[in-house]
């Protein structure tokens, strides 16, 4: 079973409008973070957004914000008045377990939401 | 230099060749990573490094050998690659579990 689902391939949407990038998960581990990346058609990953698990209010970092429903094991990123320059891959991830300072956890990743912003 | 560094951006080589990729992390992080993204495909975690001992392997071909002599440097070793290996092949580093930061990327292409 996928452990993370992005169900949006694609996604096309007008300059100024906002955007909401559908995440599900999947852990049975009651300690886990949930982050948002972003990359252009450089490759590299640009980091956007972090929800932990324990957190008791959504994250939000300038124009992005995550909503995060823990009993439906969402976490969908918002992008509020979307600009030309947010044409990009998008992609969930999720990090299991809590590694105190010096451990070391991979993280997995969704397939991506290929989003384009039309003028 | 700040951040993840990995060179070089792209690379071509044949399937009887060898080469090595790259990594290199100015973040004070303990902990490096090696993944592979193939079109349509989600990233793929192949290898984990913590304090430069290699804690996680995914099941990866022997024909990909990592090596990290320290905290700061991470490399992949190639040989005798297929072409289903050419993909962007991505390092990223950590603090525990945060702070996750990836470099650009190497775009390998095997012919």
């Known amino acids: 079973a996928q452990k993370i689902t992005q169900t949006q391939p694609g996604m096309f949407v007008q300059e100024k409008e906002a955007v909401t990038l559908d995440c599900t998960y999947d852990t049975s581990d009651p300690s886990y973070g949930l982050f948002w990346y972003k990359q252009p058609s450089s490759g590299e990953m640009i980091f956007l957004i972090y929800q932990g698990s324990y957190d008791q209010q959504n994250a939000t970092e300038g124009r992005y914000s995550l909503n995060f429903q823990k009993a439906r094991k969402s976490a969908n990123l918002v992008i509020s008045a979307s600009q030309l320059g947010d044409s990009a891959m998008y992609f969930c991830?999720?990090?299991?377990?809590?590694?105190?300072?010096?451990?070391?956890?991979?993280?997995?990743f969704g397939k991506g939401t290929h989003l384009i912003i039309q003028p | 230099e700040t951040g993840v560094t990995q060179t070089p951006r792209h690379l071509v080589m044949g399937m009887t060749n060898k080469k090595s990729l790259k990594c290199e992390q100015h973040?004070?992080?303990?902990?490096m990573y090696w993944y592979k993204q193939s079109a349509k495909k989600p990233l793929e975690l192949m290898f984990v490094y913590n304090f430069k001992e290699q804690t996680e392997n995914n099941s990866v071909p022997s024909r990909f050998s990592p090596e990290c002599p320290n905290s700061s440097h991470l490399f992949l070793h190639l040989h005798t690659l297929q072409p289903e290996d050419s993909a962007l092949y991505l390092c990223?580093?950590?603090?525990?579990?945060?702070?996750?930061?990836f470099g650009s990327g190497t775009r390998l292409t095997v012919v």
């Open positions: 973040l004070g992080h303990n902990a």
């Open positions: 990223a580093s950590s603090q525990g579990g945060d702070g996750y930061t």
């Open positions: 991830a999720m990090r299991e377990g809590h590694r105190p300072w010096g451990g070391a956890d991979g993280l997995t």
